[in-house]
């Protein structure tokens, strides 16, 4: 348990904040949010597969996400990742809590300058 | 309740999991196919990115499992599965621990009950003995306190029960063919049951109420213990009311005790309970009865501390109320022995009750606790062995699984757990033979021609201690060979499927020589113990116990008249001598080697100024040959030899009185003081007779000078149990002299009754219990070494062997001889053996300081002894590394080069 941790990049909860925030737009497969995430950061996040999955399975267990079957870009059926209420919740909470905080970087980044 | 939902909708989500991460890599492989490759490279290329899949599916999923249960379940089943695949390996394991286990919970529960244990009562930690303190007594404390006394005390004592008092007599009870049978029984104060939180099993206690003089109304009331009650009424339900006559007094039983009371004497079966002033009703005379004179009676007294009271309080109401207690209520007799001086009245904790095997035999039950936690060991080394061999071969197995990324604390999860169910599986089965042994046991403890029979009884300890020792053994034989397991380098092991260097040096420079250094030190004890018994039995002990049946006469309570009584003893053997089958018989005072070894002053009529303390006995007329002690010289008493003005001397009294002269017609004179038991006389006796030496109060002291009397009015002339004589009665069979015996009391003493039947020889094993014990259970345990030490010894032979095949066969390939191969492997096993000799010789060294106050007529480094077990070792180590030396040895060469 301890090595999914340290696999975990950025900071604890980013990369569960950004598969919620992406999952948010439409459900989609574990493939597609890599690619999804990597298009919109302008290739500057990679996410590995070797800590997507066992995220997943940690949001599917506190009931963020739910599995279903739903179709891929090509037309086949895939298992897909849909966002709860509870994960819409969730997310809402972190987004406020990490604006907050990117806030307060800023503005002590800011009078640094100054 | 959610992960529990969990735990079950699992096994679709871990599916679902596979089936995400195919699709996952089945896309990514169509966008590079999109991009140009060929399939193959695609699905190459995508998997490469993805990484280890399975690993990847086993961090997914460890997020929904309780992952430390979820391990070790799957642990356990892997373990049950692979110790089902190999059952020799699991029955040799499991047996090895229960014998190891098993052991050790019987000599602990046998400890546990004699020595460690509460009685099993009501709080038993708030129980006291109300007594005499004084640092002449034996432990400083005598727990008995005189009548007048604990009625004052009950008076002026503040925050403790009334205190109850307990003391016994012997008692006739009717047996099956409805002769007396004396058995011991407990007359107590009406409290004292009630005190103590037994409940009954069936009717009631005795009470208050029961104990006045001359009974309650409808009779005195009798209380049977359990074991009374299954062998005299084989457990009837019903026999709650029924009447029952002790002593010739008519009595009514009211209750019955539950199977876990012994009273406060651990290990006591088979008693009766009566009110103290049952006394007045057995005493034949109101002088002979106690309670007449209650100043002078004392008794065992019991009280129970009420909550708020401690000990130390109670002790200082005592300290401050002593000197007056004393000074007006304790007789002067009794204020005036020696161990008397400097006492005061105090109390001590009761709550183990008294045990005579913690006083007898605590040092011996310690040593075969320090001889079975050897054994547990051995095994534990042994099972190590066997473990780390099994681990080997399935070193693949490990290296694989370190590959396929299982951590080292994985494998040596698993391991442990494998070691874990095994001292499980062993443990039960383990409890079972204490639970069952402890009772064969306990008859070891038999106070020499006490006539008792010792119970122990084992309770839930047992299992405690058992599943504690299996916990430990777990960790003794299991956490060695499990971190080498782990230590596997897998690319080396599976290339070159080459072996785990680390565990082949632990098993040969280890587990090999630990075993038989173990096995040296376990055998060479039982030879020594064993050594101990022989010269014990062997000692001529001066007379032949063998087909001699002793039996006590129970006289006390006959209103006769001592001429009447002698009278009694003469024609009672005349009789018994009359009877078809009986070869002898007689009658003695003193029975051998019971410990009880009266002395009196004796001089020669030519030497009165040498005065020697001598043994002394009186007998009966042909007791010599009754017994089998030989006469060097003059005859044995007769009928006409009644009083003591002839005696009979032994070779080391002749020797010590008459240095240098014959002393046969010859005078001695002999003086016996005041004693507790015996009047005090003076004799002058002309010696008729010379008798071999004889062991007197015990086989381990050689026979002291002796002087012999008829047995005569003086004898018993004190009345009540002085009464008592004992006969010898010589016959072939057992049941012709308890048959005898019967018809003789049926015909000259119908009111008295016998205590018990001992044949003489069961009386000396009696008096060397100990030492029969230790010797028995060391040879068992030092056999179960050396086949364990055997065992463990072919099993590393075996696996060389095995693992130097092709050596063997280049070998014998280039013309080695076969004799050359056997020796090779043999010479490799005696190395094995004589380092661990050496080092068991230095534990023995070690273990002798333990073992010196245990021997008889041996030196704790006896060269005879030392020699039989090297030897026996020796024949053990040869035997067992015959076998796989001579598979070696009988390889066919072109057979294992093509194997290669």
């Not at chain 2, 042994?382 to 490990?398: D, Y």
């Not at chain 2, 001699?548 to 018994?576: G, H, N, W």
């Not at chain 2, 002394?616 to 009928?639: H, I, K």
Request: charged share 20%.
């Amino acid at each position: 348990m301890a090595k999914n941790r340290e696999r975990r990049d950025l900071f604890p909860g980013a990369l569960e904040m950004m598969i919620l925030q992406s999952l948010r737009l439409r459900p989609m497969h574990g493939y597609g949010l890599v690619k999804h995430i990597q298009q919109i950061s302008g290739d500057l996040l990679q996410i590995e597969e070797g800590s997507l999955y066992p995220a997943l399975q940690r949001m599917l267990r506190a009931g963020w996400l739910e599995s279903e079957v739903g179709s891929s870009a090509k037309g086949r059926p895939t298992r897909v990742y849909r966002l709860t209420k509870a994960g819409l919740r969730h997310l809402e909470q972190e987004l406020s809590s990490f604006e907050q905080m990117f806030d307060g970087i800023s503005r002590v980044l800011a009078v640094a300058k100054a | 309740m959610r992960w529990l939902r969990q735990l079950f909708s699992r096994t679709r989500r871990y599916d679902d999991l596979s089936v995400s991460i195919q699709e996952h890599i089945e896309q990514k492989t169509e966008e590079l196919m999109d991009e140009g490759m060929s399939r193959n490279e695609a699905s190459q290329a995508a998997r490469r990115a993805f990484g280890n899949v399975a690993l990847l599916e086993e961090r997914s999923r460890e997020v929904w499992q309780l992952h430390w249960l979820e391990s070790l379940w799957a642990d356990l089943r892997f373990s049950l599965h692979q110790l089902w695949k190999s059952p020799g390996y699991t029955l040799t394991a499991v047996l090895t621990l229960v014998i190891g286990i098993g052991a050790n919970s019987a000599i602990f529960t046998v400890i546990d009950d004699a020595m460690l244990r509460s009685l099993p009562v009501q709080r038993p930690d708030q129980l006291v003995n109300v007594g005499f303190a004084a640092p002449n007594m034996e432990q400083h404390f005598i727990p008995v306190q005189f009548l007048p006394v604990i009625r004052e005390l009950n008076h002026r004592l503040h925050g403790v029960s009334p205190i109850a008092g307990w003391a016994g007599s012997m008692m006739a009870v009717p047996d099956d063919q409805n002769t007396l049978r004396s058995i011991p029984g407990n007359l107590v104060t009406g409290n004292a049951l009630s005190m103590l939180g037994v409940r009954p099993l069936l009717g009631r206690l005795l009470t208050p109420e029961d104990d006045i003089p001359g009974g309650p109304e409808g009779g005195w009331p009798v209380v049977l213990d359990y074991g009374f009650w299954l062998s005299n009424f084989h457990g009837d339900p019903a026999i709650v009311g029924h009447h029952l006559r002790i002593s010739g007094q008519p009595t009514v039983i009211v209750g019955v005790l539950p199977s876990d009371f012994h009273g406060l004497f651990v290990g006591q079966t088979e008693r009766v309970y009566l009110p103290l002033h049952f006394f007045s009703a057995l005493a034949p005379t109101p002088e002979q009865d106690p309670l007449h004179h209650p100043e002078n009676f004392n008794m065992l007294t019991v009280a129970r501390l009420e909550p708020g009271t401690t000990l130390r309080s109670l002790n200082a109401q005592l300290a401050a109320m002593s000197p007056s207690l004393i000074k007006t209520l304790v007789p002067q007799r009794i204020k005036n022995l020696p161990e008397f001086r400097g006492a005061h009245m105090a109390a001590q904790s009761a709550a183990r009750g008294f045990s005579e095997i913690a006083n007898d035999y605590s040092k011996p039950l310690l040593l075969i606790q320090g001889i079975v936690l050897a054994v547990l060991l051995l095994c534990c080394v042994n099972i190590a062995g066997l473990q780390t061999a099994r681990l080997e071969s399935r070193q693949h197995e490990f290296a694989v699984r370190s590959a396929l990324g299982a951590g080292r604390r994985r494998i040596l999860q698993q391991c442990l757990v494998e070691s874990l169910v095994l001292a499980f599986l062993g443990s039960i089965f383990a409890a079972g033979i204490a639970w069952a042994s402890v009772k064969s046991i306990s008859g070891f403890f038999t106070p020499a021609g006490s006539g008792d029979t010792m119970q122990l009884q084992p309770d839930t300890h047992i299992l405690l201690f058992t599943a504690a020792l299996a916990l430990v053994t777990t960790l003794l034989f299991g956490l060695a060979p499990a971190l080498l397991a782990g230590r596997v380098a897998p690319g080396l092991v599976l290339k070159s499927k080459g072996t785990n260097a680390r565990t082949n040096l632990l098993r040969h420079r280890f587990f090999v020589p630990a075993q038989f250094s173990l096995a040296l030190v376990l055998v060479f004890t039982a030879g020594l113990f064993t050594h101990t018994l022989v010269r014990l039995r062997n000692n001529h002990a001066g007379f032949n116990p063998d087909h001699v049946m002793e039996v006590c006469a129970q006289f006390q309570a006959l209103k006769k008249s001592p001429q009447e009584i002698m009278e009694l003893y003469r024609s009672i053997t005349d009789y018994l001598r009359t009877v078809p089958g009986v070869e002898s018989a007689s009658y003695t005072w003193v029975t051998p080697v019971t410990g009880f070894a009266p002395k009196l002053d004796a001089q020669s009529i030519e030497h009165p100024q040498n005065v020697h303390s001598t043994a002394w006995n009186d007998v009966g007329d042909g007791y010599f040959s009754t017994v089998g002690t030989r006469l060097l010289a003059g005859r044995e008493f007769t009928p006409q030899d009644r009083d003591r003005s002839v005696c009979i001397v032994n070779q080391s009294a002749a020797r010590l009185l008459f240095p240098g002269a014959q002393p046969l017609d010859d005078s001695l004179k002999a003086a016996m003081k005041e004693d507790d038991d015996v009047k005090p006389f003076t004799a002058t006796c002309r010696i008729v007779g010379i008798a071999e030496d004889a062991r007197y109060s015990s086989l381990r002291d050689p026979a002291p000078p002796t002087v012999y009397f008829p047995a005569s009015v003086s004898t018993v002339g004190s009345g009540s149990y002085s009464n008592n004589l004992v006969f010898f009665i010589r016959s072939q069979s057992a049941a012709t002299s308890i048959g005898a015996y019967r018809a003789a009391l049926a015909r000259y003493a119908p009111t008295t009754g016998y205590m018990i039947f001992l044949p003489l020889s069961d009386q000396v094993d009696q008096s060397i219990g100990s030492e029969r014990l230790i010797a028995r259970l060391s040879g068992i345990f030092a056999a179960v070494a050396l086949l364990l030490s055997g065992i463990g010894l072919y099993g590393v032979l075996a696996l060389r062997v095995q693992q130097r095949r092709p050596e063997i066969g280049v070998r014998l390939a280039v013309g080695a001889s076969r004799a050359r191969i056997l020796m090779l492997f043999l010479r490799d096993a005696l190395w094995l053996v004589a380092l661990g000799t050496v080092a068991g010789i230095l534990l023995i060294a070690f273990t002798s300081t333990f073992t010196r106050r245990f021997l008889y007529d041996t030196s704790p480094m006896q060269v005879s002894v030392v020699a039989g077990a090297l030897l026996t070792l020796a024949v053990v180590a040869i035997f067992a590394a015959l076998l796989p030396a001579r598979r070696a040895a009988a390889l066919d060469p072109l057979q294992v080069l093509r194997d290669e």
